[in-house]
């Protein structure tokens, strides 16, 4: 590359990263192809519709689903239900017990349900008897006047149990939002004494999945028993960002299948919109493979970590990417250990100085403990080590830091949540940033981890659900600290420290002005809280003999213990709880079933560190790996997921001109169709406020903010309230 002022090169890359920043502009007419939802996103073709009469027949469809929502809502304005209770003399009661239905969950109660008793005359008006809750136990006693009930007017009486699923806000207040989850019919006939009892009443609600140690949420299908679904706005953004990204990736597979000589990997990143890395490198040829870049996107951008103090030489530090180990994988592709060292310029960005390898580069010598290290001085190869640590980088930050530290991660806090949380004012704060996540990782689970990454690098299925769960079993909101900047030019952690700052100022808001609240329903935190950390994966090793390995092997676990430690701020040596014979990896919120008045204190520290950690996860840390995915994983050559051996001696460390180890065709375009797809179809922004569940507080202390985020690099108004794609 020929010589250019830092200035000039700053320039150009700030004017390429302005424009190739996504936008999203609708042009299509009533014939543009049609895409039915996230749901249907497919890695190879995706539920889209094209022929013009398929199209014509889906409209039809779409008016006849609105007539029918049409008929639906005349019906409830013809037949209204109001909150007046109708009867005088509350003589009889409807009693019964609500409880889990899984199960290994069948002795756990659900408190606090909302419950109503109504009956529908011959006619269709509604009359409501009764209302009421379940109380901690599971129990409840709903009054009703047995001679309202029974007057023969009355056709049929419903008992019936509601879910909250939506939050709303406005300046003043907050509103939740309950819909029906299951009702039950009741015979006029068999009421005749003082009680009429439902008995057990068992629920599959909000269930846990049991085959995985993962906490995660049943979904048997993900059209028909979700326990949420995703707004009509949520899928028409999919739709209109999408639609023509998921065109080119058709076109390419149907070349490939029938034409592979008409098409090439230059044309197929030709065909997709310039990322960032392009853009440089038609202005500033071989600039994105320099030091200067590595350093600088390791620090900042879509694979920034944390960056360990050398133990010998100042303003020297590490990052390590550790690779396929003993996870289950194949033999096609490189995933080595790579450790990078680097030096700290004057400009207080990293330049890289030396990058150990530990594990195969070719697919000739396959010894798992051989090592190779490399640097400026072995020339070219210098340019291949940088791109096979860039790759090992793309594939740990996308399995590790975005699937299990936001995607997984933020489920299990959901589960918890929405399983216990109904009367507590945490879940007017929780709420809005923990819904839908349980649903893309739902699909995640299908085009993510068995259908593309197990074909695109060295990790099968198996292998990546390991090392998800080992990831997990170092993520505790309890010692959690947000990475400290190097220097000035450390913009990702000087903005990751603001919004945490922000976050927690608004949490500590929020919960002084609802403390009453709070403390009064403190049961559903301790309910909280137990779930959690009975669902916990178990700490990272805790299960591994370590008497069955050899020297290598506890050597590298515990530099794997080591680095996680600093990297995801775990502390392996923290008291921690054992449930069923598990050491848990999620510190409890509160041991206490009654708010503990001695502990005030402490109590309500950890109560704003859990719930600003899991805001932080679920919007923050979410919307920087989707957003930097475009431009740090949106040029094939530059950064894949995986690299492959083929069949020469050099392996990996070869020129991007070696086609035979960079992904094939169909893997190329679904690369791309995979970075486009999280970068593109992003939807539901805290400032925004697309959908009106936000704390308008939240909103107004982040744009109080927003030169101080624009100075580091982030726009306020495109960081995600939840995570859901």
Not at 101 to 120: N, Y
Not at 337 to 343: E, N
Not at 609 to 626: D, E, G, P, Q
Not at 684 to 695: A, L, M
């Given at each position: 590359?020929a010589?250019?002022?830092?200035?000039?090169?700053?320039?150009?890359?700030?004017?390429?990263?302005?424009?190739?920043?996504?936008?999203?502009?609708?042009?299509?007419?009533?014939?543009?192809?049609?895409?039915?939802?996230?749901n249907?996103?497919?890695?190879?073709?995706?539920?889209?519709?094209?022929?013009?009469?398929?199209?014509?027949?889906?409209?039809?469809?779409?008016?006849?689903?609105?007539?029918?929502?049409?008929?639906?809502?005349?019906?409830?304005r013809?037949?209204?239900?109001?909150?007046?209770?109708?009867?005088?003399v509350?003589?009889?009661?409807?009693?019964?017990?609500?409880?889990?239905?899984?199960k290994?969950?069948?002795l756990?109660?659900?408190?606090?349900?909302?419950?109503?008793?109504?009956?529908?005359g011959?006619f269709?008006?509604?009359?409501?008897?009764?209302?009421?809750?379940?109380?901690?136990?599971?129990?409840?006693?709903?009054?009703?006047?047995?001679?309202?009930?029974?007057?023969?007017?009355?056709?049929?009486?419903?008992?019936?149990?509601?879910?909250?699923t939506h939050?709303?806000?406005?300046d003043?207040?907050?509103?939740?939002?309950y819909?029906?989850?299951?009702?039950?019919?009741?015979?006029?006939?068999?009421?005749?004494?003082l009680?009429?009892?439902?008995?057990?009443?068992?629920?599959?609600?909000?269930?846990?999945?049991?085959?995985?140690?993962?906490?995660?949420?049943?979904?048997?299908?993900?059209?028909?028993?979700?326990?949420?679904?995703?707004?009509?706005?949520?899928e028409?953004?999919?739709?209109?960002?999408?639609?023509?990204?998921?065109i080119?990736?058709?076109?390419?597979?149907?070349q490939?299948?029938?034409a592979?000589?008409?098409?090439?990997?230059?044309?197929?990143?030709?065909?997709?919109p310039e990322?960032?890395?392009?853009?440089?490198?038609?202005?500033?040829?071989g600039?994105?493979?320099?030091?200067?870049?590595?350093?600088?996107?390791?620090?900042?951008?879509?694979?920034?970590?944390?960056?360990?103090?050398?133990?010998?030489?100042?303003?020297?530090?590490?990052?390590?990417?550790?690779?396929?180990?003993?996870?289950d994988?194949?033999?096609?592709?490189?995933?080595?250990?790579?450790?990078?060292?680097?030096?700290?310029?004057?400009?207080?960005?990293?330049?890289?100085?030396?990058?150990?390898?530990?594990?195969?580069?070719?697919?000739?010598?396959k010894?798992?403990?051989?090592?190779?290290?490399?640097?400026?001085?072995?020339?070219?190869?210098w340019?291949?080590?940088?791109?096979?640590?860039?790759?090992?980088?793309?594939?740990?930050?996308?399995?590790?830091?975005?699937?299990?530290?936001?995607?997984?991660?933020?489920?299990?806090?959901?589960?918890?949540?929405?399983?216990?949380?109904?009367?507590?004012?945490?879940?007017?704060?929780?709420?809005?940033?923990?819904?839908?996540?349980?649903?893309?990782?739902?699909?995640?689970?299908?085009i993510?981890?068995?259908d593309?990454?197990?074909?695109?690098?060295?990790?099968s299925?198996?292998?990546?659900?390991?090392?998800?769960?080992?990831?997990?079993?170092?993520?505790d909101?309890?010692?959690?600290?947000?990475?400290?900047p190097?220097?000035e030019?450390?913009?990702?952690?000087?903005?990751?420290?603001?919004?945490?700052?922000?976050?927690?100022?608004?949490?500590?808001?929020?919960?002084?002005?609802?403390?009453?609240?709070i403390?009064?329903?403190?049961?559903?935190?301790?309910?909280?809280s137990?779930?959690?950390?009975?669902?916990?994966?178990?700490?990272?090793?805790?299960?591994?003999?370590?008497?069955?390995?050899?020297h290598r092997?506890?050597?590298?676990?515990?530099?794997?213990?080591?680095?996680?430690?600093?990297?995801?701020?775990?502390?392996?040596?923290?008291?921690?709880?054992?449930?069923?014979?598990?050491?848990?990896?999620?510190?409890?919120?509160?041991?206490?079933k009654?708010?503990?008045?001695e502990l005030?204190?402490?109590?309500?520290k950890?109560?704003?560190?859990?719930?600003?950690?899991?805001?932080?996860?679920a919007?923050?840390?979410?919307?920087?790996?989707?957003?930097?995915?475009?431009?740090d994983?949106?040029?094939?050559?530059?950064?894949?997921?995986?690299?492959?051996?083929?069949?020469?001696?050099?392996?990996?460390?070869?020129?991007?001109?070696?086609?035979?180890?960079?992904?094939?065709?169909?893997?190329?375009?679904?690369?791309?169709?995979?970075?486009n797809?999280?970068?593109?179809?992003?939807?539901?922004?805290?400032t925004?406020?697309e959908e009106?569940?936000?704390n308008?507080?939240y909103?107004?202390?982040?744009?109080?903010?927003?030169?101080?985020?624009?100075?580091?690099?982030?726009?306020?108004?495109?960081?995600?309230?939840?995570?859901?794609?």
């Amino acid at each position: 590359m020929a010589e250019v002022s830092f200035e000039n090169a700053k320039h150009i890359c700030e004017e390429c990263l302005k424009k190739t920043k996504i936008g999203y502009k609708d042009n299509g007419g009533f014939f543009r192809p049609r895409l039915r939802g996230i749901n249907h996103l497919e890695v190879g073709k995706s539920a889209i519709i094209s022929n013009p009469i398929t199209i014509l027949l889906e409209m039809l469809y779409v008016l006849y689903s609105r007539f029918r929502s049409f008929l639906k809502k005349l019906k409830a304005r013809l037949f209204p239900r109001h909150n007046k209770i109708y009867g005088t003399v509350m003589d009889s009661s409807i009693v019964g017990k609500i409880s889990f239905a899984k199960k290994e969950d069948e002795l756990i109660p659900i408190h606090h349900l909302a419950l109503e008793f109504w009956s529908r005359g011959w006619f269709g008006k509604w009359r409501k008897l009764s209302e009421g809750y379940t109380k901690e136990d599971g129990t409840f006693s709903l009054p009703f006047d047995l001679r309202m009930a029974r007057r023969f007017r009355n056709h049929r009486l419903r008992f019936e149990i509601y879910e909250i699923t939506h939050m709303f806000f406005n300046d003043h207040s907050s509103r939740k939002v309950y819909n029906l989850f299951k009702s039950i019919n009741i015979p006029k006939k068999d009421l005749i004494g003082l009680e009429y009892s439902l008995n057990n009443i068992y629920l599959f609600f909000w269930e846990y999945r049991t085959d995985t140690a993962l906490p995660r949420a049943v979904i048997k299908d993900h059209d028909k028993d979700a326990p949420q679904y995703y707004s009509d706005a949520r899928e028409d953004a999919v739709r209109e960002q999408f639609i023509p990204i998921e065109i080119v990736k058709v076109k390419h597979l149907e070349q490939i299948a029938n034409a592979p000589e008409t098409i090439s990997l230059k044309e197929i990143q030709a065909d997709y919109p310039e990322n960032l890395t392009v853009c440089i490198e038609k202005h500033l040829p071989g600039y994105t493979r320099g030091d200067h870049w590595f350093g600088e996107r390791m620090m900042n951008g879509m694979n920034r970590g944390r960056f360990v103090p050398d133990e010998t030489e100042r303003d020297h530090y590490w990052m390590k990417y550790f690779g396929k180990g003993y996870y289950d994988g194949n033999d096609e592709y490189a995933f080595p250990d790579a450790a990078m060292k680097f030096k700290l310029k004057q400009d207080g960005l990293p330049t890289p100085v030396e990058i150990h390898f530990t594990g195969p580069l070719n697919a000739i010598n396959k010894d798992p403990w051989q090592q190779r290290v490399f640097t400026a001085a072995d020339g070219e190869n210098w340019l291949h080590a940088k791109r096979v640590a860039r790759v090992n980088g793309g594939l740990c930050t996308e399995v590790d830091e975005h699937f299990a530290g936001t995607h997984t991660n933020v489920e299990q806090y959901a589960m918890a949540a929405y399983r216990n949380l109904r009367f507590n004012p945490l879940s007017e704060l929780l709420f809005p940033h923990l819904k839908d996540v349980v649903l893309i990782n739902h699909t995640a689970d299908r085009i993510l981890l068995h259908d593309y990454i197990p074909s695109a690098s060295a990790l099968s299925t198996k292998g990546l659900l390991d090392r998800c769960k080992d990831i997990m079993g170092v993520l505790d909101w309890k010692g959690y600290e947000v990475a400290e900047p190097l220097s000035e030019a450390h913009t990702s952690a000087k903005a990751e420290k603001l919004f945490w700052d922000v976050t927690e100022e608004y949490v500590s808001w929020f919960i002084k002005n609802n403390l009453e609240g709070i403390k009064k329903y403190w049961y559903e935190i301790y309910c909280f809280s137990e779930d959690l950390l009975n669902h916990s994966v178990p700490v990272f090793l805790s299960e591994v003999d370590e008497d069955s390995l050899s020297h290598r092997e506890k050597e590298r676990n515990e530099a794997m213990k080591e680095y996680y430690a600093a990297q995801f701020s775990f502390d392996f040596n923290k008291p921690r709880e054992k449930r069923k014979g598990i050491l848990r990896t999620v510190s409890p919120i509160t041991l206490h079933k009654k708010f503990p008045t001695e502990l005030e204190a402490e109590v309500m520290k950890d109560l704003v560190k859990v719930c600003t950690y899991i805001i932080f996860v679920a919007s923050y840390l979410h919307t920087w790996a989707n957003e930097h995915q475009y431009e740090d994983i949106g040029e094939v050559l530059y950064n894949s997921l995986g690299l492959r051996f083929g069949e020469k001696e050099s392996g990996v460390i070869a020129p991007e001109t070696d086609l035979s180890i960079s992904p094939d065709l169909t893997r190329s375009t679904q690369m791309m169709w995979f970075s486009n797809l999280l970068s593109r179809t992003e939807y539901g922004f805290i400032t925004r406020d697309e959908e009106k569940d936000v704390n308008p507080y939240y909103s107004k202390l982040l744009l109080s903010k927003k030169d101080e985020f624009l100075k580091l690099g982030v726009i306020v108004s495109d960081i995600e309230t939840s995570t859901n794609i």
